[in-house]
């Protein structure tokens, strides 16, 4: 049998890394220890492995995920063997912390060390207007694995006041705090709006992490009834 399908590029990668790319849209995990990652977003393994429902833990985890639409739901995968996950075709890119912490878009986190702390916060000025943002702030040691909509774009925050859509936002420094602002006007609305109505406001020391899309187009819903 020949084809183009078969050439080296589409082949697996022997590598005895824990975290590593098999090309930008999947990422290939060699278990050991667990790893948590997004319900839903394995498409392939090897060897003998289980997938379980993570709990929220504590009570005050709980509460704070019942409230938001950011944090993403989350299994624990177990056992021998590798595990391949993917989300729409995403990039998929690796961070390693290493004691430090990173703030992460719920929607934009694939996979990590079970071994690492993360919870949900309320991003300050946030509210029912802006459908309550709130982001994953990630901490310890260990390695993230991110998707992005295309290839990011890093801007540096400690320079300038930057301002950045909400729904383009991946991941930023954990020592910033970003604020929602509103940059629509009232004479705006009256006109019907921009469509750039709220954005994330950083400044200060740190980065944070952009992705060429806003989300994915949802098309009009067609209303009535077939005859």
Not at 22 to 34: D, F, M, Y
Not at 73 to 97: C, H, N, R, W, Y
Not at 207 to 225: L, M, N, R
Request: with cysteine; aromatic share 6%.
């Amino acid at each position: 049998m020949r084809s183009e399908l078969f050439d080296q590029a589409n082949q697996e990668n022997a590598t005895a890394e824990r975290f590593s790319l098999h090309h930008r849209k999947t990422l290939r995990v060699v278990l050991g220890e667990p790893v948590l990652a997004a319900k839903g977003s394995m498409v392939a393994y090897q060897g003998q492995v289980s997938f379980e429902h993570k709990s929220a833990g504590s009570i005050g985890k709980m509460m704070r995920r019942l409230v938001t639409s950011e944090d993403t739901p989350l299994m624990t995968v177990a056992g021998q063997g590798e595990v391949f996950f993917a989300d729409a075709a995403k990039d998929v890119f690796l961070v390693g912390l290493e004691g430090d912490g990173l703030s992460v878009n719920g929607s934009a986190l694939l996979a990590m060390d079970a071994s690492l702390e993360y919870d949900v916060h309320r991003v300050k000025g946030a509210g029912m207007m802006s459908g309550g943002m709130f982001n994953t702030l990630v901490q310890g040691h260990g390695t993230v694995a991110l998707t992005c909509d295309g290839q990011p774009l890093i801007l540096d925050c400690s320079q300038t006041p930057t301002f950045v859509d909400i729904n383009a936002a991946v991941c930023w420094t954990a020592g910033l705090v970003p604020q929602v602002v509103n940059s629509m006007n009232m004479k705006s609305m009256l006109r019907g709006g921009t469509g750039e109505a709220f954005q994330y406001a950083f400044q200060g020391p740190g980065f944070v992490v952009v992705q060429p899309s806003e989300g994915p187009v949802v098309p009009p819903h067609s209303h009535g009834s077939a005859g």
